[in-house]
Antibody, heavy 113, light 110 residues
Framework: QVQLQESGPGLVKPSETLSLTCFVS????????WSWVRQPAGRGLEWIGR???????YYNASLKSRVTMSVDTSKNQLSLTVSSVTAADTAVYYC???????WGQGTLVTVSS | DILMTQTPLSLSVTPGQPASISCKSS???????????LYWFLQKPGQSPQLLIQ???KRFSGVPERFSGSGSVTDFTLKISRVEAEDVGVYYC?????????FGGGTRVE
């Protein structure tokens, strides 16, 4: 059974860097591409980008200059960093393998001083 | 980017009655391999989204038969034959034919 679990600080100060990890169990992260999706409160889903061990990364242009995604195959986990955060980055962040229906439970990140 | 437009924004349905949600894409989602890369998700209140339909019409594992997907190229529909109380939430369509992946704005079913 594939499971994804996001973790990270729930509160980040403006202008600082948001860092999240996603631990994956039940499948090797090397086997597929993985997405990060975020959802501000009461709003829709925004695809942030994806990371593939074999095929590199692709970031949504809306965040491209501030986002970095990576895969740690030794720990079977994913990571996401978003730099220079503002209140607009406050959202629930999900890691997912979308086409297979695998989602984490999501982690709320609030940007506030 | 491919724009995904869902209608209606919200839908109030009586249990036992049918429901239908439309999703239109700004570009064809039909790939040269013959597959059409359109997916449907349901996000129940307080939960992560869950996959309902793959590639227009393939029900995901465990999804009840009352859910069906149809359509082609740029016009797609999700139908619920008889809505049940557990079907409330926000439904999203998503395309994966082109990066960036994009979602529709969502349709709230209540």
């Amino acid at each position: 059974q594939v499971q994804l679990q996001e973790s990270g600080p729930g509160l980040v100060k403006p202008s600082e860097t948001l860092s999240l990890t996603c631990f994956v169990s039940g499948v090797s992260v090397s086997s597929y591409c993985w997405s990060w999706v975020r959802q501000p409160a009461g709003r829709g889903l925004e695809w942030i980008g994806r990371v593939c061990t074999s095929g590199g990364t692709y970031y949504n242009a809306s965040l491209k200059s501030r986002v970095t995604m990576s895969v740690d195959t030794s720990k079977n986990q994913l990571s996401l960093t978003v730099s220079s955060v503002t209140a607009a980055d406050t959202a629930v962040y999900y890691c997912a393998r979308l086409v297979a229906g695998h989602w984490g439970q999501g982690t709320l990140v609030t940007v506030s001083s | 980017d491919i724009l995904m437009t869902q209608t209606p924004l919200s839908l109030s349905v009586t249990p036992g009655q049918p429901a239908s949600i439309s999703c239109k894409s700004s570009q064809s989602l039909l790939e040269s391999d013959g597959k059409t890369y359109l997916y449907w998700f349901l996000q129940k209140p307080g939960q992560s989204p869950q996959l309902l339909i793959q590639e227009v019409s393939k029900r995901f594992s465990g999804v009840p038969e009352r859910f069906s997907g149809s359509g082609s190229v740029t016009d797609f529909t999700l139908k619920i034959s008889r809505v049940e109380a557990e079907d409330v939430g926000v439904y999203y369509c998503m395309q994966t034919i082109q990066l960036p992946l994009t979602f529709g704005g969502g349709t709230r079913v209540e």
